[in-house]
């Protein structure tokens, strides 16, 4: 019971934003302004005010390079399959690598880490590789593809993190963690209010995305893909993650705590990139609504296993 109490919060906020749509509460743009309004506010300032306050040693670990090996392998090959085998353009393979590899190390990962690991030390390194390295190359492929002619310019690369907020509000939260600086409570306030919509705004909009009323610009996602995704996400990663510890040699608890987090589901994260950057939205909701279903399951496997 306590897994399905981590993933209750989950479904019914999704379902909240499906039936808003359903029932027209919010408007045929509720996905979108929802969207961009977790992209362009909540999420920076949720991303901020985490980093500022997480400590950056230990960032270097053979757990954490388990993990890193099974992301590398699981996003990269989601990537090229995307392309191979279901012909999706430039714009919409990081978005297919992402489903395959990112996982919810937030409102999921958090909740999960302390039922089954009993510590959240770990998730937080997870965290930081997620926001400092695969986020930044993701955003990087997803900002050129709206260049026209999709060019690699260095100006604009190097202009990025000051038109992305994501991204800036990363490097930020960095600085002020590795200076020791800690916000006056007249700015923290607000920002933690607002960093405390982000998931729930996330949720509501996913929801409202899978709607067959709601506005779309993408491809419709063919039952194959989400086959794929869902085998890459909750199978794939974890086994790449367990052969990795082992080979590095991990302990039983480091492993444990390596495997869980690399089994967790797909974060609505990817779908919040997809619908600012118009691409491959289907794919992203329907994924993240699928291996967060079926997630209950490998990851109660795995904790039984393992644990």
Request: positive net charge; charged residues 10%.
């Amino acid at each position: 019971m306590s897994l399905v109490s981590a993933f209750a919060p989950i479904w019914i906020l999704t379902a909240v934003g499906y039936a808003a749509c359903r029932w027209g509460l919010l408007g045929e743009a509720a996905a979108s302004v929802l969207g961009r309004f977790v992209f362009h506010l909540a999420m920076p300032a949720a991303l901020f005010l985490a980093l500022s306050r997480m400590p950056l040693s230990g960032f270097a670990s053979r757990s954490l390079l388990a993990f890193g090996l099974s992301t590398a392998a699981v996003v990269g090959f989601g990537w090229v399959v995307a392309s191979w085998l279901f012909g999706r353009r430039t714009g919409e393979q990081p978005i297919w690598g992402m489903a395959a590899g990112y996982v919810n190390s937030a409102n999921l990962g958090i909740p999960i880490a302390t039922q089954v690991l009993g510590t959240v030390s770990f998730l937080a390194e997870v965290v930081l590789l997620q926001v400092l390295v695969v986020t930044p190359v993701i955003l990087v492929a997803l900002d050129r593809h709206t260049d026209p002619a999709g060019r690699v310019r260095v100006r604009r690369i190097a202009s990025l993190p000051v038109r992305n907020p994501v991204i800036l509000a990363s490097l930020l939260g960095v600085v002020c963690s590795a200076a020791g600086l800690h916000l006056p409570s007249a700015a923290a306030a607000p920002l933690t209010l607002l960093s405390g919509a982000a998931a729930p705004a996330a949720l509501v909009a996913l929801g409202a995305s899978l709607h067959p009323t709601a506005p779309s610009r993408a491809e419709p996602a063919r039952p194959a893909e989400l086959a794929v995704i869902t085998a890459l996400k909750l199978v794939a990663q974890p086994v790449i993650a367990y052969a990795a510890g082992l080979a590095l040699h991990l302990s039983g608890p480091q492993l444990l705590a390596v495997v869980v987090c690399a089994g967790l589901p797909t974060a609505q994260n990817t779908f919040i990139y997809s619908q600012e950057y118009g691409v491959g939205e289907a794919v992203a909701s329907r994924a993240v609504v699928l291996t967060t279903t079926m997630s209950l399951v490998t990851l109660a496997a795995a904790a039984a296993l393992l644990g």
